[in-house]
C-alpha cells in the first residue's frame, strides 16, 4: 500500500505547474462518443481517474490512436458494446457521463447505477428526469440504468438542483437531440463550460455558455476537433493553501486564475498576497493566516472541493471560524483526523467551528475522498515530527504528482510504499 511520507520543512519558494483539470478532462473524454470522428485532447492530467475513463471508453469499443503524456486521441467509430459496467463505475462515480452521450449516438446505453460514496449519497435522478423529457425510455433493472431512445427530442428541462455532471450528461445529449433544448438552472462550473467550448469547437450549436440557462441547437452529427483541457482551479487552490499555511512565495504557472476568483479573495482576506495574471497566480505570505468564514455552494461560489483543504487552513489559523458545507451531506471526514493532529474542530450536521491553534502534531493518518486526503498532506506540511497519510490511492484520482509538484518548491514528502 502507498503511503505519503511528510515533515514540515518551513516556507514554501518557487514555481509549480498547474495540470488540466480532471473534472474537465472526464466529461471532454465522454464527448468523443458523440462522434465518429477523432477527438484530440491536450493538456490531459495523468491521472487514475482518466485511466479508467479510457478503459471504460475502450471496454464500449473506442480507439486511444495516442494516448502520450498529457495528450489523447481517441476515435469511437468502432463502438461496439454500450454498456459501462460496475467493476468500473463502483471505483468512479463520474462514469455517468457515458449515458448521456452514447444514448444520444447510439440510441442506448446502458450504465451501472454509481450507488453510494463516501461523501454522500449522490443520487443521478436529475440526468435521468431529463433525458427523460428528452423522449428517452428509461428502465433500472439489476443495478443499471436502461436507456433507449430512435433520437432524442430537444426539451425544456428545469433542473431542480444545480448538478455538475447532470448539466453535463444533458448538453452532450441535446446537442444530437432534434429540435431545441433548453437548460436551466444549469451549472455554470468552468468544467461546464470548457466542455460546451470544446462541443461547439465540434459542430454543436450551444448558446448562454457560462450562464444558468443553456440553448441547444440539435445537430445531425458532430466532427473531431482539437481542445486543450482547461487548467485545475482545485489543484491550483489546494497549492495556494499549502503556501497560505506554510508561508512562502509561490508562482503558479498554467493556472486558470478567472475561474477561481472566489477562493483567491478567500487567501486574501486570510492574509495572502496574490498576483495574477492571464494563465499564472503568485502568492506571498509572510504571517500565519487568518480564520476565515466559509460555506460552499454552486459556482461562482466558494466550490466544496477546495471546502478541506481550507479547513485545514483555519486549523493553523489565528482566530475562530466556520465552515459550513452545503453541496454534499458527509463532507467532514477530515475533521476527526485533523483533530487527531491536533486541531480543535467541532462538526455538528453541515456546520464545522474551527478554532486555530499554534501547530499540528504529526501522526499516521488517512481519508477516504480525495480532498480530504489532500487536506491531510496541506496540515502534514506544517506539523511537527512526521505525518504519514495512508491510502493515497484517493490522492492520486486527482493530484498529479503531488509529491514531486509540492516537494519542488521545499517540501518534504516522499512517496513510501510498504506491502
Ligand atoms: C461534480 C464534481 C465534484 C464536485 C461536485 C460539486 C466531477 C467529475 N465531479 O460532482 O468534484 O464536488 O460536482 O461541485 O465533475 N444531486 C442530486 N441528483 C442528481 C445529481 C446531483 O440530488 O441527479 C445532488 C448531489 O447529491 C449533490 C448535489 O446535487 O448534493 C451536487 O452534485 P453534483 O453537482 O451532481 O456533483 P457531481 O456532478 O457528482
Redesign the pocket.
Known amino acids: 500500500m502507498e503511503k505519503l511520507k511528510i515533515r514540515a520543512n518551513g516556507a514554501l519558494n518557487g514555481e509549480i505547474t498547474i495540470s488540466g483539470a480532471?473534472?474537465a478532462a472526464?466529461?471532454l473524454l465522454c464527448a468523443s462518443l458523440l462522434t465518429s470522428e477523432t477527438l484530440h485532447l491536450t493538456n490531459v492530467p495523468m491521472l487514475r481517474d482518466v485511466k479508467t475513463t479510457q478503459k471504460l471508453l475502450q471496454g464500449m469499443g473506442a480507439r486511444v490512436l495516442t494516448d502520450n503524456i498529457h495528450e489523447f486521441e481517441i476515435n469511437c467509430n468502432s463502438i461496439n458494446n454500450t454498456c459501462a459496467p460496475y467493476d468500473l463505475v463502483k471505483t468512479m462515480?463520474?462514469s455517468i457521463?457515458v449515458l448521456g452521450p452514447t444514448l444520444a449516438h447510439f440510441g442506448e446505453a446502458q450504465v451501472s447505477l454509481p450507488g453510494g460514496c463516501a461523501i454522500?449519497?449522490?443520487?443521478?435522478?436529475?440526468?435521468?428526469k431529463g433525458l427523460e423529457a428528452m423522449g428517452a425510455e428509461i428502465s433500472i433493472e439489476h443495478g443499471y440504468v436502461k436507456a433507449r431512445a430512435q433520437r432524442l427530442q430537444g426539451a425544456h428541462i428545469v433542473m431542480?438542483?444545480?448538478?455538475?455532471?447532470?448539466t453535463?450528461n444533458l448538453l452532450m445529449a441535446a446537442t444530437l437531440a432534434s429540435g431545441t433544448t433548453v437548460l436551466e438552472n444549469a451549472?455554470m462550473?468552468p468544467?461546464v463550460t470548457d466542455l460546451a467550448n470544446c462541443l461547439v469547437k465540434m459542430g454543436a450549436n450551444i448558446q448562454g455558455i457560462g450562464t444558468p440557462t443553456l440553448t441547444i441547437q440539435g445537430v445531425e452529427k458532430l466532427h473531431g476537433c482539437t481542445h486543450s483541457v482547461v487548467p485545475d482551479r482545485?489543484e491550483a487552490g489546494t497549492f495556494l493553501c499549502a503556501v497560505a499555511m506554510a508561508g512562502g512565495k509561490v508562482v503558479l504557472k498554467n493556472a486558470a486564475p478567472k475561474t477561481m476568483q472566489t477562493v483567491l479573495e478567500k487567501l486574501t482576506e486570510a492574509g495572502a498576497i496574490i498576483e495574477t495574471g492571464e494563465n499564472w497566480i503568485s502568492i506571498d505570505m509572510q504571517q500565519r493566516p487568518k480564520a476565515i468564514d466559509i460555506r460552499t455552494l454552486?459556482?461562482p461560489a466558494f466550490?466544496?472541493?477546495m471546502q478541506a483543504q481550507f479547513m485545514a487552513m483555519n486549523a493553523i489559523a489565528t482566530g475562530s471560524s466556520k465552515v459550513v458545507e452545503t453541496?454534499?451531506?458527509n463532507r467532514f471526514m477530515h475533521v476527526p483526523e485533523l483533530n487527531r493532529m491536533g486541531a480543535r474542530i467541532s462538526a455538528e450536521g453541515n456546520t464545522a467551528i474551527i478554532q486555530g491553534v499554534e501547530e499540528l502534531s504529526g501522526t499516521t493518518v488517512m481519508a477516504t475522498d480525495l480532498r480530504a486526503s489532500a487536506c491531510l498532506v496541506l496540515a502534514g506540511l506544517v506539523a511537527s515530527g512526521e505525518t504519514i497519510v495512508e491510502r493515497i490511492y484517493h490522492l492520486d484520482r486527482g493530484y498529479e504528482n503531488i509529491e514531486q509538484k509540492l516537494g519542488n518548491v521545499g517540501a518534504i514528502i516522499e512517496r513510501i510504499n510498504d506491502h
Not at 160 to 166: A, E, H, L, S
Open positions: 480532471k473534472n472526464l466529461p462515480r463520474a457521463l454522500g449519497s449522490r443520487p443521478v435522478d436529475q440526468h435521468l431542480d438542483m444545480v448538478t455538475v455532471t447532470g453535463e451549472a462550473e468544467e482545485i454552486p459556482y466550490p466544496t472541493d453541496i454534499f451531506e
